[in-house]
């Protein structure tokens, strides 16, 4: 069964930091594209960050502006793992935060992307 798992979400203070974890089942994450994407309450998901395939030679990450700076996308493809660094955290950073993937290449529409996982809260607040 194809999975993804979230895992690292919590509560911090503003200026915190986090580390937020999805690691996949049942395929290898090396031949996907796994975007990260937010929702907030009352408010539409939103994408924050993706790392295209690393079996590409172009491999790229990519970044919302409003957290480009703050977060660090990275990829461990032994542990079939990626992992999303968060540092310097604000109140408006918090939502439920969700790993997905498709084939090979970053998309900006979450419609295009086949996995997804249960999502992780995070909470932001002094």
């Known amino acids: 069964q194809l999975q993804l798992v979230e895992s690292g979400g919590g509560l911090v203070q503003p200026g915190g930091s986090l580390r937020l974890s999805c690691t996949a089942s049942?395929?290898?994450?090396?031949?996907?594209?796994i975007g990260w994407f937010r929702q907030a309450p009352g408010k539409e998901r939103e994408g924050v960050s993706c790392f295209s395939s690393t079996v590409s030679s172009d491999s790229s990450t990519t970044y919302a502006d409003s957290v480009r700076g703050r977060f660090t996308i990275s990829r461990d493809n032994a542990k079939n793992t990626v992992y999303l660094q968060m540092n310097s955290l604000q109140p408006d950073d918090t939502a439920v935060y969700y790993c997905?993937?498709?084939?090979?290449?970053?998309?900006?529409?979450?419609?295009?992307?086949?996995?997804w996982g249960q999502g992780t809260q995070v909470t932001v607040s002094s």
């Open positions: 997905a993937a498709r084939s090979y290449y970053c998309s900006k529409h979450e419609i295009e992307y086949d996995y």
């Open positions: 049942g395929f290898t994450l090396e031949y996907y594209a």
